[in-house]
């Protein structure tokens, strides 16, 4: 019978082809790197799915703005405005929502990250009179009465299921978040952030410490 140390020394294999065994500590060493790879390689890999998820949200984002762009060709109309019972987006095939016909998409267009199932895109409707505020959402209303197409948002992922949401942000201004408005109405899948779409076309993550009030309103803002 052959020690393995021997085996080991003539270069780990017999001379027909039969394997020597693995020491004990060779096998723990092993299974230690294996347990290594592992806690390093599995975040990487659920963050890469996450920022999948992440890019196919976007991408339906960006298909609701070009649908978005040709309402707007039709209508003259920035955004489409809830009305008479009609939303502006069902997103789904067939949808009784303005903009549905509009969006060539096969399958409902709802983000594969979001946290709750009722989760969907709502249209900004914020409506500062409640609030004291002279101030707007652009939906309904044309390009010209846009002041900063890049700096005003259309639509996000809602956490809740409401069509279009009219609290944005009650406090808050151009330099700071309102810290009291309820964070149920972002969601939060995206590493701690949702994705948004704005004046200008744009899709963007964002968290809810971005959130300016001044975002959600179609005039200038203040200096
Ligand atoms: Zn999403
Ligand atoms: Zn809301």
Redesign the pocket.
């Known amino acids: 019978m052959i020690h393995v140390d021997e085996e080991r020394a003539r270069g780990g294999w017999s001379a027909g082809g039969r394997r020597g065994g693995f020491t004990l500590i060779e096998l723990l060493v092993v299974i230690a790197v294996i347990a290594i790879l592992a806690s390093i390689l599995f975040p990487v890999f659920s963050q890469a799915r996450e920022k999948a998820r992440?890019t196919t949200?976007m991408s339906q984002l960006r298909q609701i703005g070009l649908a978005i762009g040709m309402y707007r060709t039709d209508w003259d109309c920035y955004v489409p405005k809830n009305s008479g019972g009609i939303p502006w987006l069902d997103a789904v095939p067939g949808g009784r929502g303005l903009l549905d016909p509009y969006v060539r998409s096969g399958q409902p267009l709802k983000?594969p990250?979001?946290l709750r199932p009722e989760a969907r895109y709502a249209v900004n409707g914020w409506n500062g009179v409640h609030f004291g505020r002279p101030e707007t959402s652009p939906e309904g209303h044309t390009d010209a009465e846009v002041s900063q197409p890049s700096s005003t948002l259309i639509a996000w992922?809602h956490q809740i299921d409401a069509e279009d949401c009219e609290l944005g942000q009650r406090g808050g201004d151009a330099f700071r978040p309102d810290a009291a408005a309820g964070v149920s109405h972002w969601?939060s899948?995206?590493h701690g952030g949702?994705?948004a779409i704005w004046c200008d076309g744009r899709v963007k993550r964002m968290r809810y410490g971005d959130l300016l009030r001044t975002y959600f309103s179609l005039e200038a803002d203040p200096q």
């Open positions: 992440q949200c983000c990250s979001r992922e969601d899948a995206h949702f994705n």
